[in-house]
């Protein structure tokens, strides 16, 4: 058991956990914007930033990431912390004024809008990765990926036609937390859009099935 | 030209005895003409110019008893092509083929000098016969860098005759590993790749990280633009940086290192790869060096040349064969570095001062410098100055000697406005500044840094406004794009210094500017983000009358921001010459005829300067 303080109040965690994890489980609030339980932290949003003390040493760091250890005094507000979550809601406020995710963490800090211009209203992606990093390390695929650098990065199929990878599983749509995936099913067909590409499968059921629900080839193995 | 009959050395006194070999067929009074084959004098043409002297020489019987050695860059590439006749120094510069007869008649053969070859020292109109008398050379103290002009980079026979391998053979047959990181904590050296971190200190937590594979890596991407030292030490003496990479692979306990340099350095990577071929061919890499039981391993791997590669944890990624983004580094890539090994990477200049300080001591490095940063930097000096080009001096050594004693001054006698150091995202110093001692912490604290070592000067007719916007618009095409107050928020700065350049900026937009680059400065992932807003700050730190000239008064003080200012015609001094009139590309210049001054159509000026730069009477200003 590794103990620590939060905001001054005494607490214990499990070596490997991170100071967000610890956070949440008290109902400690931190704000996350591409934060999953199903895949790896990322730390590209920064809104989880808090600060920590270690011998001495105060330093801002991404709570997603970073493990705890013995001794850690961590401080989840004060006026840094607080200009980094105003500032990067903005942001990411003018980036997609239209994505709810984006609007409801914005209500929940406070900001009601940006001082910034926005340049593409209909844009809904954050880049947080969370589609990305769900197809890679869940589903096991890597059909999709961020391309570009900068402010050109964008989620897209290989070469935005390449859709050899992807199964259609939809899982990339459903962890979305801004609505810029797409899918709909209709007239046999699957299409799911990606904020740059849109690919349409042949939906089919399951033909081999048999009536016991396992798959005939399966059956006659066992 | 590589000897068939290879000799593997199997002991330190085997290497040794070929070095007294090599020194005895030296002869040092034999006439060796060094001239500098880098890459910025092979723009001039000095591929051309070595040809023509050993052609020259034979014809006049002379090739048996005059060297030519193509060497690797000297430092003061704006004069290239370069040529130093030893033993006496004599220096000549901007050399064309057609000099060639004549340098050996005269000066070959008689010993005399050609005046119309020498250094004129711009300030005091003196001409300069010996290398080290050249006001650029003087202030310097070349203990990295200065072997790039004796030696042929492809040649380990010459780096065996200046020292070469000698600090490795001390090391290995002498010094235990510990006793090595030892004195590297001991001699003080920090990082030249920009942040500076204590390289003894980052060698000890990898040595004691428990794995026993543990990688070394030597990062050659130097992506700041104007930035060329790292470049010209692995061209022009690589083996310095592989005797450092070998020295420090075996204190550190690892046995496989990776050079990683970036693909737009084609001759690094030639003389890299020749130069570890050589070494293992002498048994100083490889299996069993030197007869120690030691071995390693290095490899050459090239980089795609995207800025933020040189990030040390985007430059692991970029080896394992992933994306080159940063990731956090909350648990030190010492300890969970390439492929989550203990990794220890450094700088190329960091590398190369491994030997020096081996060969002569940490006492004697640590004598150099100031109290928090030990030894020599190389820097590469552009921009508003008379002399560019690559000096190495002693941490130190004000900003002051280095623009006016080193870097000449200011050309057409205008007056200095600032210099940027550390690159990009530095920050940009004052006049009232240049006093500073180059150190470290001096720079940080005065709100610059001291980066790869990039340093530009700018003068009166620069704008800082500008400025701070032209290296914002550098770092938003550089960001990688995966955290948020980089990616949006270096692009959010950038637009508003765009605006105020334009004459739109507001009340407020300072203020924004200052919150903006703290909420980046803090929270973004790699330093990239981190040093992004120093330009800005910066220079509304030490220039903020120019950024309030600009957003209340609509002016620009150095008359550079195009929207801000016009072209006029004083009456009084103009002639009606037509010199304006025959340079202007848009027709805006109306002639009246001879004797009377020439009319500027404003609403046909698209401000492009011709008329300015073309009328000599002073007959054009900028309002
Ligand atoms: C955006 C960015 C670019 C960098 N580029 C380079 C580079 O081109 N060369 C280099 O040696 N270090 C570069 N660095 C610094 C490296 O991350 C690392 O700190 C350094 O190579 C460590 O070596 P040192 O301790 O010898 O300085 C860069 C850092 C950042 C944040
Ligand atoms: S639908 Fe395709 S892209 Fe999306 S998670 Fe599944 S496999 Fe990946
Ligand atoms: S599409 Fe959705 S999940 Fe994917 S990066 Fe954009 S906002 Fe995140
Ligand atoms: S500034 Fe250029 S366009 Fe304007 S008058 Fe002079 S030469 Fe012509
Ligand atoms: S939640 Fe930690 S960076 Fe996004
Ligand atoms: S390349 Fe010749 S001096 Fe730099």
Redo the contacts between chains.
């Keep these: 058991m590794i103990n620590l303080t939060i905001d001054g109040k005494k607490y214990q965690a499990e070596e490997g956990q991170t100071i967000l994890e610890v956070a949440n489980r008290h109902g400690i609030f931190i704000p996350t914007l591409c934060v999953d339980e199903a895949v790896s932290a990322y ?4 809104l989880c ?1 808090v600060e920590i003390e270690r011998k001495g040493r105060k330093k ?3 709570s997603c ?3 705890v250890e013995e001794g850690l005094a961590v401080s989840t507000q004060n006026e ?1 912390i607080a ?2 979550r ?3 809601i903005e ?2 406020l ?2 997609c004024p239209q994505s709810e995710g984006v609007q409801a963490m914005a209500k929940k800090l406070g900001v009601t809008c940006s ?2 211009e926005s340049e593409k209203p209909e844009n809904l992606c ?2 947080c ?1 969370l589609c990305t990093r769900v197809c890679s390390e869940v589903v096991g695929k890597s059909a999709i990926s ?1 391309v ?6 964008e989620v897209a199929l290989p070469y935005y036609e390449d859709k050899t990878d992807c199964i259609a599983c939809g899982s990339c749509a459903y962890i979305c937390p801004t609505g810029a995936i797409k899918m709909e099913d209709g007239n046999g067909m699957r299409t799911i859009t990606w904020p740059n590409c849109q690919v349409s499968f042949n939906l089919s059921a399951v033909p081999s099935a048999a009536p016991n629900g396992f798959p005939k080839n399966r059956s006659s193995i066992s | 030209m590589i000897n068939t009959a290879i000799k593997k050395f199997n002991s330190v006194a085997e290497l040794e005895a070929k070095r007294q070999e090599i020194l005895k067929d030296r002869n040092s009074q034999k006439t060796v003409i060094a001239i500098c084959c880098g890459t910025g004098c092979q723009a001039y043409g000095a591929k051309k110019v070595a040809d023509a002297f050993e052609e020259e020489l034979s014809k006049a019987g002379l090739g048996d008893k005059v060297e030519v050695r193509t060497t690797g860059c000297h430092g003061f590439c704006e004069r290239g092509p370069l040529v130093v006749i030893r033993p006496q120094n004599i220096f000549y510069q901007r050399l064309k083929i057609s000099d060639i007869p004549e340098i050996i008649e005269k000066t070959i053969k008689n010993n005399e000098v050609i005046e119309r070859l020498l250094y004129v020292d711009p300030m005091t109109k003196d001409k300069k016969v010996h290398e080290h008398d050249v006001p650029f050379y003087k202030k310097q103290m070349r203990l990295v860098f200065g072997n790039n002009g004796n030696i042929d980079p492809t040649s380990i026979d010459d780096y065996l005759a200046v020292g070469g391998y000698k600090s490795l053979a001390k090391a290995i047959s002498g010094l235990k590993p510990e006793e090595i990181v030892e004195e590297v904590i001991k001699s003080g050296l920090r990082g030249r790749g920009g942040g500076g971190f204590p390289t003894g200190w980052k060698w000890k937590s990898c040595r004691d990280a428990h794995d026993p594979v543990k990688y070394v890596i030597c990062n050659c991407d130097e992506g700041d633009p104007g930035a060329f030292m790292d470049r010209s030490l692995m061209e022009g003496n690589p083996h310095s940086v592989i005797e450092g990479m070998i020295i420090g692979a075996y204190a550190i306990g690892s046995h496989e290192a990776y050079i990683y340099i970036r693909d737009e350095y084609p001759m690094a990577v030639k003389h890299a790869l020749l130069a570890i071929k050589q070494a293992e061919d002498y048994g100083l890499l490889g299996e069993n060096i030197l007869g120690s039981g030691f071995d390693l391993k290095i490899h050459i791997n090239r980089g795609g040349g995207a800025f933020v590669c040189g990030e040390s944890t985007a430059l692991m990624a970029s080896l394992e064969g992933k994306v080159g983004e940063p990731r956090a580094k909350y648990v030190h890539t010492s300890e969970k570095g390439l492929h989550d090994k203990p990794t220890t990477l450094n700088n190329v200049e960091t590398w190369a001062n491994i030997p020096l300080i081996i060969e002569k001591g940490a006492d004697w490095f640590n004598k150099i410098g100031t109290e928090g940063s030990k030894g020599t930097k190389i820097f590469s000096l552009v921009g508003k100055v008379n002399n560019t080009g690559l000096i190495e001096v002693p941490m130190g050594i004000t900003l002051r000697e280095i623009v006016y004693d080193i870097g000449g001054g200011i050309p057409k006698g205008k007056k200095f406005k600032a210099i940027q150091t550390g690159g990009p995202s530095g920050g940009c110093l004052p006049e009232s500044m240049l006093d500073l001692p180059v150190d470290f912490d001096e720079l940080t604290k005065a709100g610059s840094m001291m980066g790869s070592g990039a340093m530009i000067v700018m003068d009166e007719d620069n704008c800082m406004v500008e400025i701070a916007r032209y290296f914002l618009s550098f770092l938003e095409g550089e960001s990688c794009g995966k955290c948020v107050p980089c990616r949006e928020g270096v692009k959010r700065m950038r637009q508003i210094l765009e605006r105020i350049t334009k004459g739109e900026g507001e009340e407020g937009d300072i203020e924004l500017l200052e919150q903006l680059s703290q909420a980046i400065q803090d929270a973004s992932l790699c330093a990239l983000g981190g040093s992004a807003p120093n330009p800005v700050l910066s220079t509304i730190k030490y220039f903020r009358d120019e950024y309030e000239a600009h957003i209340r008064q609509k002016t620009c003080p150095a008359k550079e921001c195009k929207a801000l200012i016009t072209y006029n015609i004083i009456d009084a001094n103009c002639p009606g010459c037509g010199l304006c009139y025959k340079a202007c590309p848009t027709g805006a210049i109306i002639s009246q005829g001879k004797k009377m001054p020439v009319i500027l159509d404003q609403s046909k000026c698209t401000k492009c300067g011709a008329c300015f730069d073309a009328c000599k009477l002073h007959a054009v200003e900028i309002r």
């Design positions: 730390g590209a949003c920064r930033m801002l760091v991404a990431l970073y493990e840094r200009n980094i105003k500032t990067v942001l990411l003018a980036r001082r910034f954050t880049l990765a961020l570009s650098r900068g402010t050109s990065r």
